[in-house]
């Protein structure tokens, strides 16, 4: 049975006062629920009707599959907005329709809405599909600039900085088990850090079905954004460059120069942390043999041995925190605070204490062999709420003191 777009409504509830009666407001807000589980969909755009039909999860105009529109329909059914006046002067962007209902979504002042039946919504928390949006979107004509599972190196290279992703690593074995992109940043910070799973997933999809269209502009030279060298696993190279001009953007890829759609440009220029998982130490507890954790003035201990069961295939493991046995599965989840210590922002020089709030030490076994991390935690002189990640007396990140308090407070509970 096909499901039609829809628009939920949800009433809510806002009581003020304790044991006082109040007025009580009431707040409509519509979702877009349901919206990708339609199987055919026309959308109106200023210059086009576009009539889609969707196949074993893909979409298709046509017998022409349209990649993108997965993205597209996934991003749209996050969309939440709280019930308004309609917007007076409001640009059209695109129109949904769908077994008799449709929904247009429109843009005034920089926010977006979407209306049904007279209704209008104003979207909470755009997603970029409506934030970046651009009839790009619904091109049949895609570019495979390079064959993604082919792809060992890519190098960012721009006027702020400079810095390659790639399937090398230092990590040890044990120390790359909880990542799961299998891609890295070794060269920009001090230390090697794995690559987030959907960043490698967004830049795959673009490179390899670029949303592009031939024009017969050339951007000026100066607007250069950023160059992208392409290394694939038989160590030949692509180079694609990105420009922009106002708020458009431009593809270079050999001689020719194409328009991209801005969504897809801000994926190939991210700054250097929003591409990665800035854990300071993500060491699995199977793997751990001693952690000796300072903070403040406190000490915690912790110890651990593992041994294969009977069966010989599961793992059992026993912890003991400043020599106290521990239930497991209550280790387990207090080491988790251990695990989620991460940068939050990038050191800027920021002058740090002297002498650290917060110290970690590893030891732990990658492959049968022993391994050591020491990290240290610096305030800021100039705001003691943060503090500098310190490993071999090199800084890349700063966090706030507040994770290693709790993380402090869940191993109190255990020492208990």
């Known amino acids: 049975m096909k499901k039609i777009i829809g628009i939920c409504f949800v009433c809510i509830l806002f009581l003020g006062g304790c044991g006082q009666k109040e007025p009580v407001s009431k707040v409509e807000t519509g979702n877009l629920q349901g919206v990708s589980q339609n199987q055919t969909i026309e959308i109106e755009t200023k210059d086009a009707t576009i009539a889609l039909r969707q196949k074993d999860g893909l979409w298709y105009k046509e017998t022409n599959c349209l990649p993108f529109m997965v993205t597209f329909f996934d991003s749209l059914e996050t969309v939440t907005g709280e019930k308004v006046e309609p917007p007076k002067e409001a640009e059209t962007l695109f129109t949904l329709k769908s077994d008799g209902k449709k929904i247009q979504f429109v843009k005034e002042n920089e926010h977006y809405y979407f209306l049904e039946k007279n209704q209008a919504f104003l979207v909470e928390q755009p997603p970029n599909v409506l934030s970046k949006y651009d009839p790009l979107f619904f091109t049949e004509v895609t570019y495979e600039v390079a064959d993604v599972e082919n792809l060992s190196r890519v190098h960012f290279q721009s006027d702020e900085n400079e810095f ?14 909880p990542f799961v992109s299998g891609w890295y940043m070794n060269d920009y910070y001090h230390q090697s850090y794995s690559v987030r799973y959907d960043q490698l997933q967004s830049i795959t999809q673009i490179l390899g079905q670029l949303l592009i269209e031939t024009t017969s502009e050339t951007p000026e030279t100066t607007s250069l954004v950023t160059t992208l060298q392409l290394t694939d696993k038989e160590k ?12 458009v953007y431009f593809l270079n890829m050999g001689d020719e120069f194409y328009r991209l759609s801005a969504y897809q440009a801000n994926q190939l220029y991210q700054a250097p942390m929003e591409w990665i998982d800035p854990f300071s130490a993500l060491i699995p507890a199977d793997a751990l043999t001693k952690l000796t954790i300072d903070v403040g003035e406190n000490q915690y201990v912790i110890t651990g041995q593992h041994a294969l069961a009977e069966d010989q295939k599961s793992l059992t493991s026993e912890f003991k925190v400043n020599q106290k046995l521990i239930d497991e599965a209550l280790f387990r989840k207090a080491y988790q605070y251990c695990g ?3 940068g939050s922002e990038e050191y800027a020089q920021q002058e740090i204490a002297k002498t650290p709030f917060g110290q970690l030490s590893y030891t732990f076994l990658s492959e049968g062999q022993e391994l050591t991390r020491e990290l240290s935690y610096f305030p800021l002189v100039e705001d003691e709420a943060l503090v500098a990640v310190s490993e071999n007396d090199q800084i890349d990140f700063v966090m706030e003191k507040e994770r290693l308090l709790e993380m402090e407070r869940a191993l109190q509970e255990l020492s208990k």
Request: net charge positive.
């Open 340 to 342: 989620v210590l991460s």
């Open 236 to 247: 030949q190279t692509q180079r694609i460059q990105l420009y922009q001009k106002e708020a």
């Open 164 to 177: 390659t992703l790639s399937r090398e690593t230092s990590l040890s074995k044990i120390e790359q088990a």
